[in-house]
Structures are given as structure tokens and as C-alpha cells.
């Protein structure tokens, strides 16, 4: 299933702190203040920084969560999550900044490691003042979306030689870098980008990979309308605007960053932040009222609560998934909802007997499978680190396995969706068609027909092509996270259909497999 992660925390900009109110008369160098528990606080004999966009100890906090993130041994959410519970002084303000400074060190790590080399102090130093650099202008934490506001911005930060050690780089000609340095990959995922979308575009993608993605909410419409939320959002002030999502017809898109948890609207369920792709993704499965659904990989909910709400919280939504977790962050988002047709089930394989008791009998299953998240780089930047070719090749084993044990609740005529959020053909094209050839009771369902009612005024849907029935979101392209969506139909005869004894030991063989790759 894809990752779908919470929200990280975040707020327009640094707020003041009690303690910044003392004086002293050389603010770039201070000694730390530490509280009973060996935690910063504010430094010793700082100036009122009121109205500062970053301060030094964004830097410190910085440095010392960037080993830790660099190892790559967790998710980089994980990582900043942690540290921010161990800093509770923390402010939302201050965790927005210090999170999307992290983030923007991972997105460009190449470029930023390579110019790092030079400059003064240590490299943990150097990348994180580049990281603050990066957040204050394209992150849209800064005065204005600018290098050069950003180092005013970085005022109080920035140390005698570090001022014009930024505005080299600002200078820096992109087009002089190596191809892997300037656009941030590892030469593996170049190489794979190179052969699709190809050599033609694949610098434009790595591009729109690196920016970070804007925010999107879904309107909850079992509680409002996407005009009332927009309405609600545009009330919040400040530099914060939204705007109605260009496609999904319930998306608000967010130009700023507010803390939206603390808003009255989140907290009565008016909204979930989800990406404007992973939005249209429901239609592709267009559940009717009264049916029997199945998420089939929930995770924490995102997908299931939409496909709820346009399911109008009747029939039966099953959400399913292997992970307790997981399922445990979907009860108090579906509360929130007001949704009452949601039923998460925990399941220890696709095996389990609450499974079988459904095959056969589900109207419509979502399969959004465990995959590489290359689609999701501007999001989790960690990813394109972390992930390996090895990896990717145990990933398609486990989607097949999976899918194929979805397509068995379906009853004749249902519908089977499989989804991503990558971008490789082997985690996607060559899934569904392998599929197809291992289970010829299904068929292929044109994706530009299934999104029709969706874009009736355009020749071709949103993510569909004349060559191909598949659906496939770019970011390059789409302004959304990267999806691929593939619709199957149960042939209406496979009723008739009958499995002799053989068969169905092949069927038991498969199964134990499968289950053997999910534990």
C-alpha cells in the first residue's frame, strides 16, 4: 500500500520565544542555555527576535538531527518525528521550519553535499544553513520566495564569511553541474527515468521532484462543500491562500503552510489533507451507493475515507490491512468523518479467514500496494536514498501476490483497481499485464472510459493515453504526486467457470507463498 503519512506539523513562520527579550552585544556568537533536561532553550543574552524568519538555534537543532536522517536506516518522517517529541520547547513554528529545512537537505542532497565542501565550520553546518536557505525561499517560509530574502532572512543565523558563502551559491549555474548532481538522484533512478519517461523529459521530472509539494485538502463533503472550505481557509489570514484544486473536484489547495491541526475545521472533520492525485484515485474505483467495498491495503485511511464519502456513507466499506498501526491512526480520522460505513478489519495475510468469508461477494476492490514511493519524492525525499533496484524487484513479487489475492472477493461483472504511487513500469505497467495473462477471467478496463464523467468536456481524461488503458499521474506534468491506476473487470461468465482438482492445488501452493512474502 502506499505510505500515506500525517501531516507534518507546520505554521507560517517562528514564533517568539519568552526568553528572546535579553540583550547581548554580539548575537552571532552565543553560548547555549540549556533547561533541566539538557535541552536548548533560547541563547544566552539573545536580541528580541520577534520578527525573525530563522535564529540560531534552527541551525544547532538542525545539526544534530542531520546524522541521524543521513544514515538512512528510517524514514525520514520517523526521524523528525522523533526529535521534535525529545524538543518539546518547540513551537509548531519553529518544527515547520526545522522539518522543511531537513526535507530540502534530503530533496538535494548531491547539489548541496558537493557545495559544501567548501565554505567554514563543520559540514553538518554548512548543510544546514543550505537547508535553511532552500526552506526560506522555495519551501515559502521566508519573506518572499527569493535567495536573496532568504539570506536576509538568515540575518541572525549566519556567522562573519557565511553571508557571502550563500550568495555563491546562489550564483551557482546549474547547467555547469554534473546531470546527477544538478538534479539530485542516485544514478540508478536516473538511469530508470532515462528509459521512462525518457532521456527527453526526464530532467524536467527530476526538476519538479525536487520542489516541495503544495498542500492539499479534500472537503469532506458528508459535512461541507469544497466552496465553504475555501471560504473557512481564506479566513485564516496572513500570507496563507487557497485555491480550488484544477482536477479533483473536491481538492483545496493551500499556498502557504498553516497549522491546520488547530484549526476548528480539522478538528470537526471538515477536511483531510491528501494529495489531488491520491483524491482522483477513488474515481477510478467509483463506488455506488449500497455496494460492498473493499480497501483492500488501507493504511491510515486516506483513500478509504474518500471512497466513503462518495459512497455517502452507505453499503459496506471493508479497510483492510496487515498493519495494526496503521489501522489504529484510521479510527480517529473516520471519527472525525462522520462516516459510518467504514469497518477496519486487521488481517495477519491475505489468508485470513475474515478474507475468504468475502470472496466472491465484494462489488469493487482498491488494491493500493506496497510500492518504491517514487512518486512521492517531493514528499519523502528519503525515498529515492533508501530505495535500491534489489528493493524494487522484492516489491513486484509482493504486488502480484497481493493483487491476485484481491481479484478472488470480487463477484462477476465487480471491478478490481491496482494502484501505486510510483513511477517505474516494472512496479506498474508490467504488474497489470502480468496479471491479465495470469488470470484471463479479468479484463482491462480503459481508464479514459472509467474518467469520462469526471472530464466530460475533454477529448482525453486527466493521466489517460490513446496507447493504453493504464492512468498515470507526473508531477512534471499534473502538479499532483506520481500515481498509476489500472481498472479490471471480473468477466460476467467466470461464474461458469470451473477449477478442477489440480488447479486448485496450484491455487493453495500460490497462497502459502504469498503468505510466506507478507510476514
Not at 531537513?102 to 559544501?116: C, H, P, T, Y
Not at 544553513?129 to 522555495?138: D, T, Y
Not at 467509483?286 to 491495503?297: I, L, N, S, T
Not at 514528499?379 to 504486488?399: F, H, M, S
Request: glycine share 8%; net charge positive; aromatic share 6%.
Amino acid at each position: 500500500m502506499s505510505a500515506e503519512r500525517p501531516p507534518r506539523k507546520s505554521g507560517s513562520r517562528l514564533a517568539p520565544h519568552k526568553s528572546y527579550a535579553t540583550k547581548s552585544k554580539d548575537p552571532l556568537r552565543r553560548p547555549e542555555r540549556r533547561n533541566a533536561s539538557g535541552n536548548i532553550i533560547a541563547p544566552e543574552g539573545q536580541k528580541n527576535f520577534s520578527n525573525a524568519k530563522a535564529l540560531p538555534q534552527h541551525a544547532i537543532h538542525l545539526e544534530r538531527l542531520l546524522p541521524e536522517l543521513l544514515s538512512f536506516e528510517q524514514p525520514a518522517d520517523r526521524v523528525v518525528s522523533r526529535y521534535f517529541r525529545a524538543e518539546p520547547q518547540l513551537g509548531n513554528r519553529d518544527r515547520a521550519l526545522i522539518a522543511e529545512s531537513a526535507f530540502a537537505i534530503l530533496r538535494r542532497k548531491n547539489e548541496f553535499s558537493q557545495f559544501a565542501v567548501s565554505g567554514e565550520g563543520s559540514q553538518a553546518r554548512r548543510l544546514a544553513l543550505l537547508g535553511l536557505l532552500s526552506a526560506l525561499s522555495e519551501g515559502g517560509l521566508g519573506s518572499a520566495n527569493r535567495a536573496e530574502s532568504a539570506i536576509a532572512d538568515l540575518a541572525h543565523v549566519l556567522k562573519p564569511g557565511e553571508y557571502e558563502w550563500l550568495q555563491r551559491f546562489a550564483t551557482v549555474d546549474p547547467a555547469a553541474l554534473n546531470p546527477l548532481v544538478r538534479n539530485n538522484l542516485p544514478e540508478w533512478l536516473w538511469d530508470a527515468f532515462g528509459k521512462y519517461p525518457g532521456e527527453d523529459t526526464r530532467e524536467e521530472l527530476a526538476k519538479a521532484l525536487m520542489h516541495p509539494a503544495l498542500l492539499d485538502l479534500r472537503a469532506n463533503t458528508m459535512k461541507t462543500t469544497r466552496e465553504e472550505l475555501l471560504v473557512q481557509m481564506n479566513a485564516l489570514g496572513g500570507r496563507y491562500q487557497a485555491i480550488p484544486t484544477p482536477y479533483a473536484p473536491d481538492g483545496v489547495r493551500i499556498m502557504g503552510k498553516p497549522a491546520l491541526q488547530n484549526t476548528a475545521g480539522f478538528k470537526a472533520g471538515m477536511f483531510e489533507v491528501q494529495d489531488e492525485g491520491s483524491q482522483l484515485l477513488a474515481y477510478l474505483l467509483a463506488p455506488k451507493r449500497g455496494e460492498m467495498v473493499v480497501d483492500f491495503c488501507a493504511g491510515a485511511g486516506g483513500k478509504t475515507l474518500a471512497i466513503g464519502a462518495l459512497m455517502r456513507s452507505t453499503g459496506r466499506l471493508y479497510a483492510l490491512d496487515t498493519s495494526e498501526r496503521r489501522l489504529a491512526n484510521l479510527k480517529p480520522r473516520q471519527a472525525r468523518s462522520g462516516l459510518s460505513n467504514v469497518h477496519p478489519v486487521w488481517i495477519d495475510s491475505e489468508n485470513d479467514s475474515k478474507i475468504k468469508r468475502l470472496a466472491g461477494k465484494i462489488d469493487r476492490v482498491l488494491v493500493d500496494a506496497p510500492c518504491s514511493g517514487m512518486g512521492t519524492l517531493r514528499r519523502n525525499p528519503d525515498l529515492k536514498w533508501r530505495q535500491t533496484p534489489e528493493g524494487v524487484l522484492e516489491l513486484n513479487e509482493k504486488q502480484m501476490n497481493i493483487l491476485s489475492s484481491a481479484s478472488r472477493l470480487l463477484k462477476p461483472g465487480g471491478r478490481l483497481v491496482y494502484a501505486t504511487c510510483s513511477l517505474l513500469p516494472q512496479e506498474n505497467q508490467q504488474i497489470a499485464e502480468a496479471f491479465l495473462e495470469k488470470h484471463p477471467n479479468f479484463e482491462a478496463v480503459p481508464a479514459a472510459e472509467v474518467l469520462k464523467p469526471l472530464f466530460p468536456k475533454d477529448k482525453l481524461p486527466l493521466g489517460c493515453s490513446l496507447d493504453n488503458p493504464w492512468w498515470q499521474l507526473w508531477p512534471h506534468i499534473h502538479g499532483t504526486d506520481g500515481f498509476f491506476g489500472a481498472v479490471f473487470q471480473k468477466k460476467a461468465s467466470v461464474s461458469a467457470l470451473t477449477v478442477d482438482k489440480d488447479d486448485e492445488k496450484s491455487v493453495k501452493v500460490k497462497s502459502k507463498k504469498v503468505v510466506k512474502e507478507l510476514k
